[in-house]
């Protein structure tokens, strides 16, 4: 897998698992891909992609539009076939490009679970949940279907038909119809896209819940930071066709190894810094060189740039020669209000602070930094 180091060249990467946030998750690789590539005509959607997932961890592959997570998750499905590379599952070769070797869908032992539902409109509940296992004994069946209904919460609707289930009880049905045949690897495409905010945040919730209830590996599509972040093991953010970083939702967030991937992932300003032995002078005041992460020596006398959050910064008004910048842009957005400082360095930095706080535009105002854990940083931009 190539990534971009802190100098902002690429790299393959040693991938960064973290501390796992399961004990499932340090067990073996029950999906491996190697080097795919998938052309669509002219465009590349996805670019010698290589991801190792452990049996029973939920990785998210996150990435904006067009980056090429979907097709991944279709070439994993076996919905696509590769134009270079091979996907190995539980241990067997489904697709091996140079080989023309290739395991349809239905033999790949691997679940799917569409952004539409695609349920059944003429069939009950318990029928959808039952569609994929209609070879099992009768008995066994029915069993099963009755022990995903009551895992999902919904053996009282057994018998209804999708049109009389709401968006969240639609998506527990596809959801037992994917588990019931016990596949290895349950595959998820944007699967809360189509239910509303806090239907979403429920539905997720459950969704972990019930992953790691019947210890199926899970591999999940977003383009939603917080969507990612709330339910994942891991995280794998995606970028052209490649994966830029991946690792644990806390590492990827505090530590990125692009800056791609430090945008992607929520609000990231740059504060200009020189490195000056033990200290890094920026605008905000001097940083010890203990706080700046991964830092090298040889960085010693040459400039950087270093990653700052909201959350990390406090803004107040000030008088205007003691002010670090001015405030130039606001937006409430109910418990919070984010505000943009233009310092007189030239940055721009923003910070969030509680909705009671009332900052009006072009006050003059210090930043303070207020973060107590490490920073990221890069290379400077000039």
């Not at 590349?44 to 992609?49: S, W």
């Not at 490009?97 to 679970?113: L, N, T, Y």
Request: glycine share 8%; charged share 30%.
């Amino acid at each position: 897998m190539s990534v971009r180091d802190q100098h902002g060249e690429r790299r393959e990467a040693v991938e960064d698992f973290g501390e796992p946030r399961d004990p499932q998750t340090t067990s073996e690789a029950v999906l491996e891909l190697e080097a795919v590539t998938k052309n669509f005509g002219s465009e590349c959607a996805v670019d010698g992609l290589s991801l190792s997932v452990r049996e029973g961890e939920l990785l998210t592959l996150l990435g904006p539009s067009g980056c090429g997570k979907t097709t991944t998750l279709r070439l994993i499905a076996g919905l696509e076939r590769p134009d270079g590379g091979a996907i190995q599952v539980g241990g067997e070769r489904v697709a091996a490009a140079e080989e023309r070797a290739f395991v349809p869908p239905e033999r790949r032992d691997v679940g799917v679970v569409f952004q539409d539902f695609a349920l059944f409109p003429h069939m009950t509940a318990a029928e959808n949940v039952a569609f994929g296992i209609e070879d099992w004994d009768a008995d066994a069946r029915e069993t099963r279907v009755a022990e995903l209904l009551e895992m999902v919460g919904l053996e009282a609707h057994a018998e209804s038909t999708p049109d009389e289930l709401s968006g969240g009880q639609k998506q527990r049905i596809a959801l037992a119809r994917s588990l019931a045949p016990e596949p290895e690897i349950l595959l998820l495409d944007e699967p809360f896209s189509n239910l509303d905010v806090d239907l979403r945040v429920e539905m997720r919730e459950e969704v972990r819940r019930i992953l790691k209830e019947t210890g199926v590996t899970g591999i999940s599509v977003t383009h939603d930071q917080e969507e990612a972040m709330s339910i994942s093991d891991r995280v794998a953010v995606m970028a052209e066709g490649k994966i830029e970083q991946a690792g644990t939702p806390e590492g990827v967030f505090q530590h990125p190894e692009s800056r791609f991937v430090a945008g992607f992932l929520g609000h990231a300003s740059f504060v200009s810094g020189y490195v000056s032995g033990d200290l890094v002078e920026t605008p905000l005041g001097p940083i010890g060189r203990d706080r700046i992460h991964g830092l090298a020596a040889e960085y010693d006398r040459t400039e950087i740039d270093v990653l700052v959050r909201p959350d990390d910064l406090l803004v107040r008004p000030a008088e205007e020669g003691a002010a670090d910048g001015r405030v130039t842009y606001r937006r409430y957005l109910g418990p919070t209000v984010l505000y943009r400082v233009e310092l007189a360095s030239g940055d721009v930095i923003e910070a969030m602070h509680n909705h009671a706080d009332r900052l009006s535009l072009d006050t003059p105002a210090t930043v303070e930094l207020a973060a107590a854990h490490d920073l990221a940083w890069f290379p400077a931009q000039r």
